[in-house]
Structures are given as C-alpha cells and as structure tokens.
C-alpha cells in the first residue's frame, strides 16, 4: 500500500475539493490512471508487447526484486500468528502476509520480508496485489452500494444486475454460452452445476420440460429415496479436485484428508490419463493412455449402477498434481458424453481468467461442440457457471436458489478485472511470458535432471509444472531466496503466477530456484 500511496503522490494533485470523499476519489482516479497503457512516460505506459527491447513494468513502483530480512516466519509474524492461534486455526497457514505492503508480484510480511509471488494465495490473484484499477473500483458508488444492500438476488436484484453480469462476467463467456448461475465459491459453482445436470436429465426421462412431478416423487424426495431422489451419479476423475462440499467432495480423489470421516456419495471415477514426458518422444504411448482412459469412461457411462447425468473433468488436474492431457483427449470426451446424452460440465475454477495463455483453458482444444457447462472461481474473484442451453434452466422457480444467489460486490470487481486484463492485453502477456519461463526451466531441467523431472505446461502459458523428489524442501527453501511457489499432488512444483508476471519476474524466479537445486 505504501507503493500504491508514492504512485499517487508522484502523479498529478488531485483538485482541492471541500469532502473528503471527493478527495479520496481523486487519489484513487490517479492512482488508476498509473497503470494505464504505455505512453511517453513510466508511469502512463501503452500495452506492452513482449518484443519491446526493454521490458516496461506494469506496476512502475513494485519492488526490483525479494528481499530477505528475517527467517520465515520472522519475530513479528510469529507473534501475529500465535495471536491468530486463539481464535482462528492456524494449521494450514503458509505465511502472515501484510497486504498494505504488497504490490504487484510481490507479497510482504511483517517483518519486512518480500517475496515473488508465483502462487498468487491459491492461483485466485489475478492482476497483482493493491491493483490501482481495483482500488478505483472497490471505491466506487456502485461497490458501496452492493456492499452495504447486499441483494438477495433471487427475490430481490438491485436494477443494475443484468447490466453488471453483461459488462462483467458474460463479457468474458466461453464460446457457445449467454447465461450464467452465479455462486460463492468454486465448490458452489460445482455443486450448482450438478444439480443443473440432475435436474435436466430427470425432465428428460421424465418427458420434458412440462412434465410434472409425481404424487410418488414427492413423496419420497422428503425421505431421501427414489424415485424422488433418483440413483444418479456425476463421473469424476482419479485425482480431480473439485470442491470440498458434499457433492463436490464426492467427485474429489486428489488426497484423503479431504475426504477422511466425510459420507459421500456413491458416484463413479475414471482414470485420467498419466501422460510420459517428454511428449514428443512418447507421443503414441500416450495416445494409447488417453485411449484407454477413454474407454473407461464410456464403460462407466453405460454401466455403472448409478447412471451419471454428467461427467466433469479440469482442463489440467491442478491439486491432483498439475496432470495435463491432450486436446484429443477431451475432444474425444466430448464426443462419448455426446453419444450418451450426458452432460460436460468443464471445471475452470483454477485454469480459468487467462492462467493458461487463453482465458478460458478449455479453448486450447478447439471444440466444435462447446461444453454443457463452465465454472468458475478463484482468479475471478466471484464465482458461478456458464451455460448455453435454456434447458438447463430449472423447470420450476426456487430449484437453484438460496438467500445470495452470488454477489453484485464480487461481480462488480470480476468487471474491473476483466477490464483490466483487457486493458493491458495480459492474456497475450501470459501466453508469451509462458513460452519464455518454460524454456528457461527446460534449460534447467537440463542442467539439474534430477531436481526438475517431467517438466510439464508447453503452451500453456504460465500454468507450468514439474516433479521435484524434494518438492517439500524446495518449497521451504524457496521462501528463504525470496519466492513463494506452491505444490500439488505428492511431488509436484507447481507455478501460477499472476497475470502480470513478466520475463523479467521469469529470471528472478529460475535464479532463485537453482540456488535451491544447488543446496
């Protein structure tokens, strides 16, 4: 914040006004207007292109570089830290961060640490910390509104709702879609769709859309038994992470403790293909993989005791260990949940808002015959799913309902997002900064094969990955050269920077991780 606070003070004064409103507006307007497109000065630059000799900031103000002061934790976070300890549980907690001294790619503590951010919290920071453009945004008469009359959207949407989700979250709909259910988080999203996906297929055999519950059905829903609550299913697969809400938890096979003492549902799981790396030089192998994972997928399908109204999958199983497959294996998935009359339903909550070079990840596979359905969170700071099809619309009001319905707050902000990643072209950024980084880690790879094993995410912009035999070690001794940078699945190093993240962030980062491999 105090980075954000000397970018504003550089810029032109603000007009002495007599509220202080109108004061802070001021600021906040020139504090937007720092990171605008590159013109003739740094800090009113127009788009960068990655080919520019010298690479210009986005953020003219973030640090050059970590900086390391203390031990992480330092004396301070851990005070910090053990007061949390009393009323909060502290377990999971990976580092005490001081936001009002983060900025752009890199993430503060208190005691005066700064480190590269390449995990960006859990891959949900989009356009760098103390975002002016954001700052303009959650400080407007709009945001304060959505904040202090919360709407409760299903029976009582503020005038503006349409307006907001056109502008905002269905200016950036995936191809084949104009709806969108919004929710709280990605395991809502999930959940959501689920029941979208339960509710169209019972219509289906039920007849239509006009067709109406039976005496039976009614009956026996309040008592959690068919045919009111038919034997159905949603097909997952092996190390999917898809939420950690009942249903959602039901299709998650990522890692037991966080399915330990949880009643779930009976519900089938395919094997996702386990690709050999190099690719090219395993190129029919891994045909022969995806084909076979294929297969079962189509067995499950047809015979499975609880059919499945739909399949969902991630475009690269992210906490299962950044597991990738090729385009022809999801075109192939498409086409058998086609032949089945079962639903896609494609789960974009870490892959999507630009991480993987496209915005939605789902379109590095080209699909004639788009998804059911997308959801989404994280990045997007709000949350919900995509659709196209009107039938995936309940028959019935209050099917897909509940007091919030999402939130005009988070949708307001997804919008300046949007705005932003457009305004500074960041996907193309992260597409290009991608190529790069990857190819500084083949170099690596090549130099230390034992610390960067199959090396994974060519062409996928930043959403890159690779096994480490001491992935835990790496990850601590990261944050001791100045990088934060997470891990999924049992060995993997995985990078999800933020959309901002440049070449010269890429160096940073390579030189930081061979002083670990030389540890």
Excluded at 10 to 39: E, G, N
Excluded at 193 to 198: D, P, R, T
Excluded at 320 to 344: C, E, M, Q, S, W
Aim: aromatic share 8%.
């Amino acid at each position: 914040m105090a980075s954000l606070m000397r970018t504003a003070a550089r810029l032109q004064p603000a007009f002495r006004t007599t509220t202080r409103t109108a004061r802070s507006a001021a600021v906040v307007r020139s504090m937007a207007s720092q990171t605008t497109p590159r013109k003739a000065t740094a800090a009113a630059m127009a788009s960068p292109t990655m080919s520019d000799a010298i690479e210009q900031p986005y953020f003219p103000d973030e640090p050059t570089g970590p900086m390391i002061r203390t031990a992480i934790p330092g004396p301070e976070s851990k005070k910090a830290i053990a007061h949390l300890d009393q009323v909060f549980d502290t377990r999971s907690l990976n580092m005490m961060a001081n936001y009002q001294n983060s900025f752009g790619n890199y993430i503060a503590d208190l005691d005066g640490n700064v480190l590269l951010d390449v995990y960006a919290q859990i891959a949900s920071i989009p356009v760098g910390y103390s975002n002016p453009s954001l700052l303009l945004a959650a400080t407007s008469p709009d945001m304060a509104s959505a904040l202090i009359n919360r709407p409760a959207l299903g029976n009582f949407p503020q005038h503006d709702w349409a307006e907001i989700l056109e502008t905002g979250i269905l200016k950036v709909a995936p191809p084949g879609m104009n709806q969108v259910f919004t929710a709280q988080a990605g395991s809502d999203a999930n959940e959501l769709a689920y029941k979208a996906a339960f509710m169209w297929k019972r219509r289906q055999e039920r007849g239509g859309m006009d067709a109406d519950f039976t005496a039976e059905e009614i009956s026996s829903s309040m008592n959690n038994q068919s045919p009111g609550a038919p034997n159905m299913s949603i097909l997952s697969f092996k190390t999917a992470f898809h939420g950690r809400l009942f249903a959602s938890l039901s299709t998650t096979r990522s890692k037991p403790i966080h399915k330990l003492d949880i009643p779930a549902f009976d519900w089938p799981q395919a094997s996702f293909p386990m690709l050999k790396y190099p690719l090219e030089q395993h190129a029919e192998e891994n045909a022969r993989e995806e084909q076979r994972c294929l297969e079962e997928v189509e067995q499950l399908l047809t015979g499975y005791h609880n059919k499945p109204a739909a399949v969902v999958v991630e475009p690269i199983q992210s906490e299962g260990g950044d597991n990738h497959a090729t385009p022809a294996f999801f075109k192939g998935l498409r086409a058998v949940t086609r032949k089945h009359n079962v639903l896609l339903i494609v789960d974009e909550v870490q892959t999507g808002v630009g991480a993987t070079g496209k915005f939605w990840a789902h379109e590095h596979w080209n699909l004639q015959d788009p998804p059911d359905m997308v959801t989404f969170s994280k990045k997007a700071q709000t949350a919900g799913y995509y659709f196209g099809n009107p039938e995936l619309r309940p028959n019935k009001p209050y099917r897909q309902f509940n007091t919030w319905m999402g939130d005009p707050a988070r949708a307001i902000l997804f919008r300046a997002i949007i705005n932003e990643i457009q305004r500074l072209n960041l996907v193309q950024n992260t597409a290009e900064t991608g190529d790069y980084l990857y190819n500084r880690l083949a170099d690596l790879s090549n130099k230390y094969p034992n610390e960067i094993l199959n090396l994974r995410g060519k062409g996928q912009g930043t959403f890159i990955a690779w096994d480490s035999p001491r992935r835990d070690d790496v990850l601590r001794k990261a944050k001791s050269v100045g990088i934060n940078i997470g891990g999924s699945g049992e060995r993997a190093v995985r990078l999800r920077p933020m959309l901002i993240f440049q070449k010269k962030h890429a160096d940073l980062l390579c030189e930081g991780l061979e002083k670990v491999m030389k540890s």
